[in-house]
């Protein structure tokens, strides 16, 4: 399987915390993944950038305005972007408090710290959010997930991912979608090696799954936090679900 480490016998779809178990902690954090694990993920999904001077780091948006208070550390860089800054500037940063007081502290985590933390508990879903900022970056986590189990990078970015598949092609990829993949997008992804086609879950019907199976693939979905979403979703037979609710995906599926 491409999610070797914790390959464990299953029924229905694996569960995937998306950013970490994001509702119930400050997402792309240490304390997102821990809670991930309370909440029985089987993998943990991140979304990963580049700092000024070169360490790979977990930041979802452009610019750290809403998950940070960059605003009173850094007050005239506050909207500048996430590429600016080093990786000793962002450690000074606190990324816990805009979740919640319980959470102050929180540092943003370089992508091998998150790795090391998840390894031998649960896989791990990286995405390179919008590569094309940070030029090479695909090879640069090709190097650091390269001979680690239970890895998956995916991006929105296609071209990018088939650079990357060409610097790791050993590493299991995934390729996302907004709308609905064309039998032409999967006939690229599949002559790509891609082994994930992972579209936002409104376009998601037991068709498409079909579709992405009969390709040799495996369909992913993002993001399912609604009871009844999840319910349909796991019923199209897809392989898994991202959520920013774990707990709740968990126990959807076991009713
Ligand atoms: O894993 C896919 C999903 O995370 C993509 O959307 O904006 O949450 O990164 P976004
Ligand atoms: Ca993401």
Redesign the pocket.
């Known amino acids: 399987s491409a999610l070797a480490d914790t390959d464990r016998p299953r029924s229905g779809p694996e569960v995937v915390a998306?950013?970490g178990a994001s509702a119930d902690a400050p997402e792309n954090t240490l304390a997102a993944a821990d809670e991930a694990l309370v909440q029985r993920a089987d993998a943990v999904?991140v979304?990963v950038q580049r700092t000024a001077d070169g360490h790979l780091v977990l930041v979802?948006d452009a610019t750290l305005a809403r998950t940070t208070d960059v605003a009173r550390v850094f007050p005239t860089r506050a909207l500048a972007p996430v590429g600016a800054f080093t990786l000793a500037e962002l450690r000074r940063l606190d990324a816990g408090s805009w979740f919640s007081p319980a959470s102050a502290g929180e540092r943003i985590p370089t992508l091998g710290e998150f790795a090391d933390r998840l390894r031998g508990r649960a896989d791990l879903?990286v995405?390179l959010?919008d590569p094309a900022r940070y030029p090479g970056v695909e090879k640069e986590v090709a190097y650091e997930v390269d001979g680690r189990r239970g890895v998956v990078v995916?991006s929105f970015d296609h071209d990018v991912m088939r650079s990357f598949a060409e610097a790791a092609p050993d590493v299991p990829a995934g390729w996302?979608f907004d709308g609905r993949p064309t039998a032409a997008q999967l006939d690229d992804a599949a002559a790509h090696g891609v082994t994930q086609i992972?579209p936002s879950f409104e376009v998601v019907d037991a068709a498409l799954v079909a579709e992405v199976a009969a390709r040799g693939m495996q369909t992913g979905t993002?993001?399912v936090d609604a009871p009844d979403d999840m319910r349909r979703i796991a019923d199209t037979g897809v392989d898994r679900i991202?959520t920013d609710r774990p707990a709740v995906l968990r126990t959807v599926l076991a009713g």
């Open positions: 998306h950013r999904e979304d979802h879903l995405e959010k995916q996302l992972n993002y993001t991202i």
